[in-house]
C-alpha cells in the first residue's frame, strides 16, 4: 500500500521566516493534496498537483510535484502567524480499482511565534 | 466554510452503545467520503460513496456501516462502540467519484467522538 511521509513532523518558526515542508511517496503520486487543519478543526484545501514539475501558488504558499512524481514540497514565505496549524499532505490512491480515496502523511504540525 | 455539513459536531457516549454520524455534502457534490482521525493512527479513510453506491472501502471495521441517501446526505453508523473508537470522524465530498478524475475533496468540520 502507498505510505507518505511527511518531514519535519513539527516546526517553529519566526514571524517572517520562510520554511519548507516535505511530502515523499513510497510509489508513485498521481495527485497530491495539499490541507491545512486548525487543532481539531477540518481540513482546508490548498492545492492539487498533478503533473510531474508542476508548481502552483497561493498567496504566500507554494506546492511543487518533482519529476520523478514521488514527493512534493510546500514553501511559506514570510510566515504569518495565521500560517500556523497542521499542514498535511494526501494523495490520490491508484491501488483502488475504483473510487478516489485519499492516503494521508502524518502531518507537520507548523507553529509561527510572533 | 467548506459547504459540508456534518451532526453532530460533539458525541459522547457509553461502551457497546450505537451512534449514527450524519452528513450533508457541498450541492453539486456527489461523492461522499468518511474518514477517521486519530492520535495513533492519524487520517485514514474508511469508505467512499458515489451517487448513493458504495465506490471505494478503505479500513472500515465490520461494526461500522455508512450509506448514501436518494438527497445524497450520508449516514455513518458506528456500533458495539470500543474505547478505542474515540477520533474526529470527518466526512468530505467532491464532484465526481470515478477513477478517470482528479477530485478535489472537501472537508467538513468533523464529528468529535468520544466513547466513555
Known amino acids: 500500500s502507498q505510505e507518505l511521509e511527511q518531514s519535519p513532523q513539527s516546526l517553529i518558526v519566526q514571524e517572517g521566516k520562510n520554511l519548507t515542508i516535505n511530502c515523499t511517496s513510497s510509489?508513485?503520486?498521481?495527485?497530491l493534496y495539499w490541507y491545512k487543519q486548525k487543532y481539531g478543526e477540518g481540513l482546508i484545501f490548498l492545492m492539487m498537483?498533478?503533473?510531474?514539475?508542476e508548481e502552483k501558488s497561493h498567496e504566500k504558499i507554494t506546492a511543487k510535484l518533482d519529476e520523478k512524481k514521488q514527493q512534493s514540497s510546500l514553501h511559506i514565505t514570510a510566515s504569518q502567524p495565521s500560517h500556523a496549524g497542521i499542514y498535511l499532505c494526501?494523495?490520490?490512491?491508484?491501488?483502488?480499482?475504483?473510487?478516489?480515496?485519499?492516503?494521508f502523511g502524518g502531518g507537520t504540525r507548523l507553529m509561527v511565534k510572533p | 466554510d467548506s459547504g459540508v455539513t456534518q451532526t453532530p459536531k460533539h458525541l459522547i457516549t457509553a461502551t457497546g452503545q450505537r451512534v449514527t454520524l450524519r452528513c450533508s455534502p457541498r450541492?453539486?457534490?456527489?461523492?461522499v467520503y468518511w474518514y477517521q482521525q486519530s492520535l495513533d493512527q492519524g487520517l485514514q479513510f474508511l469508505i467512499q460513496?458515489?451517487?448513493?453506491?458504495?465506490?471505494a472501502k478503505g479500513n472500515i471495521l465490520e461494526r461500522f456501516s455508512a450509506q448514501q441517501f436518494p438527497d445524497l446526505h450520508s449516514e455513518l453508523n458506528l456500533s458495539s462502540l470500543e474505547l478505542g473508537d474515540s477520533a474526529l470522524y470527518f466526512c468530505?465530498?467532491?464532484?465526481?467519484?470515478?477513477?478517470?478524475?482528479?477530485?478535489?475533496?472537501?472537508f467538513g468540520p468533523g464529528t468529535r467522538l468520544t466513547v466513555l
Open positions: 460513496y458515489y451517487n448513493g453506491e458504495e465506490r
Open positions: 510509489k508513485t503520486l498521481y495527485g
Open positions: 494526501g494523495a490520490d490512491n491508484r491501488e483502488m480499482n475504483a473510487g478516489n480515496m485519499l492516503t
Open positions: 450541492s453539486g457534490d456527489l461523492s
Open positions: 468530505a465530498s467532491s464532484v465526481g467519484g470515478g477513477r478517470r478524475f482528479y477530485n478535489e475533496q472537501f
Open positions: 498537483l498533478q503533473k510531474g514539475g
